[in-house]
């Protein structure tokens, strides 16, 4: 593929806006005072699994620091290796995941995982809350890739690397990711230089497929409980994507100042949200 028609590809996936959502039920802000309202309201009942799955050019490190916040207040934590490869081959692992969990859960997505978490939860009578995370909430029959225009903003396509590999079968798929050189800007403005790097050289590739795979089934966000967490500094996300889908999805909002690496750089405010979901459902104490 030549350079200028691999940018003519990804010049759709630039945008890497998305969909979702049903009735704005207003924007909130996260904080100590919000998480105590929302604990003093709540339901008794046991601590909910707290399941959280990463997206695309990430992995499962990028929850570091939600994961030591969340287990010091007596959440059991799950945090998979989210494959990347297809959407309903990744959902279908997290479903067998989410079987072998006891319990209510709670499960939130970044990024690419928000679509995998709305596929796999679907049914799912123990997932109480879905938490998205500058994530995709699309609905049925959209993927991320015919989304992506809906949007301007983002500058994710000119940054991105592909590799072709053939699989055992001999079928061919092409790896997507973040140029080094580039992955401290696009992905990750506010966290340290260094730890941008570390990222950078462990990111996990996404096929090209995942991304154009549509959505089959109806979403889990139509019948789960769901909350937003909208970036507003996010380069791969554009913000009004986001809030289109938290919208139309009907989903409890928050806005924070943030690049799409929000996980890392900010995973105070995502543990707060990730409480309220439990508290606020009933599945948390």
């Known amino acids: 593929m030549t350079s200028s028609k691999r940018v003519r590809r990804f010049s759709v996936l630039s945008a890497m806006g998305t969909v979702t959502a049903a009735v704005a039920l207003g924007v909130a802000t996260i904080g100590p005072a919000n998480a105590e309202k929302d604990s ?94 500058a994530a995709f909430l699309p609905e049925t029959g959209e993927s991320a890739s015919g989304l992506s225009g809906k949007f301007p903003g983002s500058t994710l396509g000119p940054t991105l690397h592909e590799v072709t590999t053939a699989l055992a079968d001999g079928t061919e798929v092409t790896d997507l990711s973040i140029t080094q050189d580039k992955f401290h800007q696009q992905f990750a403005a506010d966290v340290p230089a260094a730890t941008a790097g570390a990222m950078a050289a462990g990111q996990r590739p996404i096929t090209s497929a995942a991304l154009d795979e549509k959505l089959s089934g109806e979403p889990a966000w139509k019948t789960v409980p769901s909350w937003t967490m909208i970036t507003t500094q996010d380069l791969n996300i554009p913000v009004k994507a986001q809030r289109f889908m938290a919208d139309r999805a009907g989903s409890h909002k928050v806005e924070i100042k943030a690049s799409h690496a929000v996980t890392v750089s900010q995973p105070g405010a995502v543990t707060r949200l990730i409480e309220q979901a439990a508290h606020a459902t009933g599945s948390g104490r």
């Open 40 to 133: 003093r309201s709540a339901a008794s009942g046991p601590k909910p699994t707290v399941v959280l799955v990463h997206g695309a050019f990430a992995d499962g490190s990028s929850w570091n620091g939600v994961i030591g916040r969340l287990k010091r207040d007596g959440y059991p934590v799950v945090a998979p290796a989210n494959p990347l490869r297809g959407l309903s081959s990744d959902a279908a692992y997290l479903k067998d995941l989410l079987n072998s969990v006891k319990g209510p859960i709670v499960l939130a997505g970044h990024s690419y995982g928000g679509s995998v978490i709305s596929a796999a939860a679907a049914g799912d009578k123990d997932v109480k809350a879905l938490v998205y995370i």
